[in-house]
């Protein structure tokens, strides 16, 4: 099993950045597939973005490609979602999630095991 801590979030102006941490533990080598999702209340949660921890590979959703950018440290067993240009759409708890799968695919039905959330409030 394995298991996510995010950090990170907060609130900030429109136009303002963030930069979310997941830390992963336990048994972190039966993932290479983390991802950023966000949901708000009474929706659906919204994939963000992927990467594939062993090759580098990102995968973003429309909404947020050019503004937001995913990266891995493998020494520390983090994900990062630095977030520019915010917008108030953009206002969601966001959640980590890792896959077992040997495909990473940007799909909440995909991942098997979640964080506790973070939230991120962007205000006009």
């Known amino acids: 099993q394995v298991q996510l801590m995010e950090s990170g979030g907060g609130s900030v102006q429109s136009g303002g950045s963030l930069r979310l941490s997941c830390a992963a533990s336990?048994?972190?080598?039966?993932?290479?597939?983390m991802a950023w999702f966000r949901q708000v209340p009474e929706a659906e949660r919204e994939p963000v973005a992927l990467?594939?921890?062993?090759?580098?590979?990102?995968l973003y959703a429309d909404s947020v490609k050019g503004r937001f950018s995913i990266s891995h440290d493998n020494a520390k067993n983090t994900v990062y979602l630095q977030m520019n240009s915010l917008k108030p759409e953009d206002s969601a708890n966001y959640y980590c999630?890792?896959?077992?799968?040997?495909?990473?695919?940007?799909?909440?039905?995909?991942?098997?095991?979640w964080g506790q959330g973070t939230q991120v409030t962007v205000s006009s």
């Open positions: 336990g048994y972190t080598d039966i993932s290479h597939c």
């Open positions: 999630a890792a896959s077992y799968a040997d495909t990473c695919r940007l799909d909440a039905h995909e991942m098997n095991t």
């Open positions: 990467i594939h921890t062993r090759l580098g590979i990102p």
